[in-house]
């Protein structure tokens, strides 16, 4: 739109950054500004960019393209009334854009100086601008949020979690065990380190969901009175306890309690022949914001259509639609409606609140590697052995481990996948 001029990206991490924001849209246009060499002898140039990602066949129809595309001249207008334009380039797919290509032709098509327009002019000009604009904490920032969304992202909300594999299930479990010494309960709510025996590792993600008071059946396991269940790996997993092995597979965790989730529906932006907005159903959990095209998509486990961690959050509000960008969408940025006021002040607050959620992430997690006490995060040793297991191995999961051959105490894990 040349009056507009939606944003749907943006940034200061140059053009690998740039080539994130390539694909989200039939044909996307923009100013790049870039500079070779450093101190007084440093040339800029501001370059109109036309991309799209023709080698993304799946994405969008050549006829959606070719209707964005009209479009061009335009916002080759538009755009040059914000900086005077040096050249023009067109970029085809995500590949093409590279700091080599880009170079080349901009060199090529402007007429300018071969041997100045370098790849390592622009590097070193690239490396003088971070130095004076950029500090290490904010790119430790950028760098924390993207691994965030690679390894902990949660399961949706209305996912059930399922056992851990190859669980083995006993109904005539022994479960009278007599407790020699008095044994830590963990209360419903409670913030945990839970112990995998499938993975063999503590996650220190685990939460008590469940307790019970009198000896019963849960689950498929007859268990005593004060056992625990306890969900863990990212809400994807739980773990039965009971009081006999709380003290082997379960540690009390210092991180900090996540605000209480939000789930609904939402306008999503998106840029195709002219702007559109698509239902989306969204869930925001554990300082994540994720999107289906459907609740039954998200409940049986289909892989979410986007991913944001909200660490580093920046958002802008206008009437119902709220727009943001974070550390982890590397420049993007993507606009919602909510459609009321009331509903976008609902979900900017709850936003607000899981971003705050996520820096308390972070800084737990600094500290946690900083003062981790391995001696204390080893795996527990079994009560007794049995079979052909090894001394000091994490019992199978369902074993039962006999004391003095009276009773048992049990660890049953089953937690989703």
């Known amino acids: 739109d040349p009056e507009k001029l939606p944003l749907s990206g943006g940034g200061r991490g140059a053009i690998e950054e740039m080539s994130e924001g390539i694909g989200a849209h039939p044909t996307t246009f923009g100013l790049l500004r870039i500079s070779f060499g450093t ?3 440093q040339k ?3 370059v109109f960019i036309h991309a799209s990602d023709a080698d993304d066949t799946n994405a969008y129809s050549l006829r959606e393209r070719g209707q964005a595309t009209v479009h061009a001249p335009k916002m080759e207008a538009a755009i040059g009334k914000y900086a005077q334009v040096s050249t023009k380039v067109q970029i085809n797919s995500r ?5 080599e290509n880009i170079i080349k032709y901009v060199a090529k098509v402007g007429n300018f100086d071969v041997a100045s327009f370098t790849v390592e002019e622009y590097l070193a000009a690239m490396a003088e601008f971070r130095s ?5 904490e904010e790119e430790q920032v950028k760098e924390d949020a993207c691994k965030m969304v690679e390894e902990n992202a949660p399961a949706a909300e209305e996912a059930p979690p399922a056992p851990e594999p190859e669980l083995r299930r006993s109904d005539t479990m022994e479960t009278q065990a007599r407790q020699r010494k008095a044994m830590r309960l963990f209360k419903l709510g409670d913030n945990v380190l839970v112990y995998s025996n499938a993975a063999r590792i503590w996650h220190d993600d685990g939460v008590i ?3 019970i008071d009198e000896a019963c059946k849960r689950d498929g396991f007859a268990l005593p009175a004060g056992s625990m269940k306890a969900q863990y ?3 994807r997993r739980y ?3 009971t009081p006999m092995q709380a003290k082997e597979f379960l540690r009390s965790s210092t991180r900090p309690t996540p605000p209480p989730p939000l789930t609904g529906e939402l306008f999503k932006e998106t840029h195709n022949f002219i702007t559109e907005w698509h239902i989306r159903h969204f869930e925001l959990s554990k300082g994540f914001l994720q999107w289906w095209v459907s609740a039954d998509d998200a409940r049986n486990g289909a892989r979410p259509n986007g991913v944001v961690s909200l660490l580093g959050l920046q958002m802008r509000v206008m009437d119902t639609v709220f727009s943001l960008r974070t550390s982890s969408t590397k420049g993007v940025i993507y606009s919602f409606d909510a459609t009321t006021l009331e509903g976008v002040e609902k979900w900017t607050a709850h936003l607000s609140q899981h971003a705050a959620y996520c820096e308390a992430m972070r800084e737990h997690l600094a500290r946690s590697n900083d003062d981790v006490d391995q001696d204390a995060l080893q795996p527990p040793r079994a009560a007794a052995l049995s079979g052909n297991r090894l001394a000091g191995a994490p019992p199978s999961t369902g074993d039962v481990d006999g ?5 048992a105490s049990m660890v049953v894990e089953p937690v989703g996948a």
């Open 403 to 407: 004391l003095d051959g009276r009773g």
């Open 209 to 211: 969901i469940e307790t």
């Open 132 to 136: 004076l604009t950029l500090d290490t």
């Open 239 to 241: 773990k039965w306890v």
């Open 39 to 41: 101190g007084k002898q």
């Open 44 to 46: 800029t140039r501001w």
């Open 233 to 235: 790996n990212n809400g």
């Open 95 to 99: 590949a093409d854009c590279t700091p």
